[in-house]
């Protein structure tokens, strides 16, 4: 009796060993196919604000078109028409109209 026993907790200590196996693989998957490919199209999409300058075309996060006129540290002053002109966020804006075209 004493011996099944000892195959029963043993038996018990491989399947807790497996469960934290299999969570520990979980969470890589979730790491490498959800989490780093969002954190990666993240440093590109700052990247691609930090490289727009005076006389880009852009597209807004609300789908407005127009011309960077001016560049602060956080926003965006854009012409949508001629003497319109709107002040965004950086990071309302999405992409240059060049990109959105491709």
Do not use: C
């Not at 099944?4 to 934290?20: D, H, V, Y």
Request: charged share 25%; glycine share 10%.
């Amino acid at each position: 009796m004493d011996v099944l026993l000892q195959a029963g907790s043993s038996a018990n200590g491989g399947g807790m060993g497996m469960t934290l196996i299999m969570m520990i693989a979980i969470i890589a998957v979730f790491y490498f196919f959800m989490i780093r490919p969002q954190q990666k199209k993240q440093k590109e999409l700052q990247k691609a604000r930090e490289s727009m300058q005076v006389g880009d075309k852009v597209v807004t996060a609300g789908g407005i078109h127009g011309r960077i006129k001016e560049v602060g540290d956080t926003y965006f002053l854009v012409e949508v028409a001629d003497g319109v002109k709107l002040k965004f966020e950086k990071s309302s804006v999405y992409a240059s109209a060049q990109d959105v075209n491709k």
